[in-house]
């Protein structure tokens, strides 16, 4: 039986590890709140936990999150799964979109917050994650799949 989808299967176990990976590493190597200057003022990895959604919206309140990423994760796979032969962007896209959520959803699930360390302090930006990185690159692989695609 050959693999339907197989790059957003990819794509998704890929993006999972790597997110798994490197928070791993950032726990195991810095101390809560310690930061690292890669370049002073630009870009710093900075360990913190998120106990919100995006931005730390709704901090300490956020059950509903740990369930939102278990539902999103299950229709990604469900869709990758069942439908037609996805394109070749949209199959990056969820892909990608899949790895950032179960990513996220395990820390939620297994922690209660999830691990932040990617600092941009020259744009005063929110501390986040790979998987964080992976969402958004999702996104913009299934913006390019939709100029892609002639209207209906």
Excluded at 16 to 33: A, E, P, R
Excluded at 134 to 141: D, E, H, S, T, V
């Amino acid at each position: 039986m050959r693999l339907r989808n197989r790059i957003f299967w990819i794509t998704a176990v890929s993006a999972f590890i790597i997110d798994q990976l490197t928070k791993y590493w950032v726990v195991q190597t810095f101390d809560l709140q310690q930061t690292l200057a890669l370049l002073p003022g630009v870009f710093h990895f900075t360990y913190v936990i998120n106990t919100g959604a995006a931005f730390s919206l709704f901090s300490g309140k956020v059950e509903w999150l740990r369930w939102l990423s278990l539902a999103v994760s299950l229709g990604l796979m469900a869709l990758a799964w069942f439908s037609r032969w996805l394109t070749f962007w949209e199959q990056l896209g969820y892909g990608f979109i899949l790895g950032g959520a179960l990513g996220n959803g395990l820390d939620r699930f297994a922690l209660g917050y999830v691990v932040d360390f990617l600092d941009f302090r020259l744009i005063n930006f929110p501390v986040f994650n790979i998987a964080d990185v992976c969402i958004n690159i999702g996104i913009a692989c299934l913006l390019i799949s939709a100029w892609q695609k002639p209207p209906k």
